[in-house]
């Protein structure tokens, strides 16, 4: 508003993380660690994330996923096309459905056949490179540039050396609240933040409107 003096970048980075503060992992039911499991549920929600879709709708979709126990490269791997097709429409996924289920099959494979269904090795083979990582994720069938992405911005909290990273859309995020918008700058305006939970809360706030205007009434009236 005019004639209201603007608060800092540490009060908006702080009501930011105070009202949308949490992953788009924590928010599908994903236990996020360093094991196989709940990485390739990472990647899957990444894939879905990545289509042009609602987040809301991406993230049901990964539950409903999981819930039929597609939580592993074997399981989703082994189900059969119509029944990831159907998992799908229970989470309301139905215009990508047919298209998606084929890439989670096929990609699937492709995490068995190279990394022995442990992304972890992944990691590995990047050896802390960022662009590596992300050339290598880009290899799973509807992982492209976005899915990339994302997978980073959401795991940077347990793969700390190829943090901290923010992404594409969090940049959008960032400039929408006025924060820094150069590069490595928005991750400088959350310092003190997890890493990954910031990046997030910089999606939110590009993705919704709303939550600008709520994080920076709450950023003046710190």
Not at 103 to 121: C, K, M, S, T, Y
Not at 205 to 222: G, P, T
């Amino acid at each position: 508003m005019s004639g209201r003096r603007s608060p800092s970048a540490r009060r908006i980075a702080d009501a930011l993380v105070e009202n949308c503060g949490r992953t788009y992992a924590e928010e599908a039911g994903i236990r996020l660690k360093n094991t196989p499991q709940p990485l390739y549920q990472l990647l899957v929600l990444s894939l879905l994330l990545s289509a042009r879709i609602r987040a809301p709708v991406a993230v049901a979709a990964a539950r409903a996923l999981y819930g039929h126990g597609l939580r592993t490269p074997r399981r989703m791997a082994d189900a059969t096309w119509q029944q990831r097709v159907d998992a799908l429409g229970e989470g309301h996924y139905r215009r990508y459905d047919e298209r998606t289920a084929t890439q989670l099959g096929e990609g699937a494979e492709l995490v068995l056949d190279i990394w022995r269904g442990d992304l972890r090795r992944l990691r590995e083979e990047a050896d802390g490179d960022r662009d590596r990582l992300m050339e290598g994720l880009r290899r799973v069938p509807g992982i492209g540039p976005a899915g990339a992405d994302i997978f980073v911005r959401e795991v940077q909290s347990l793969w700390p050396e190829i943090g901290p990273w923010t992404g594409t859309k969090a940049v959008r995020g960032a400039e929408r609240l006025g924060l820094p918008t150069s590069p490595g700058r928005p991750a400088e305006a959350g310092r003190g933040h997890d890493d990954a939970v910031f990046a997030a809360a910089l999606v939110r706030a590009a993705l919704d409107r709303d939550i600008v205007d709520e994080v920076m009434e709450a950023a003046r009236a710190r």
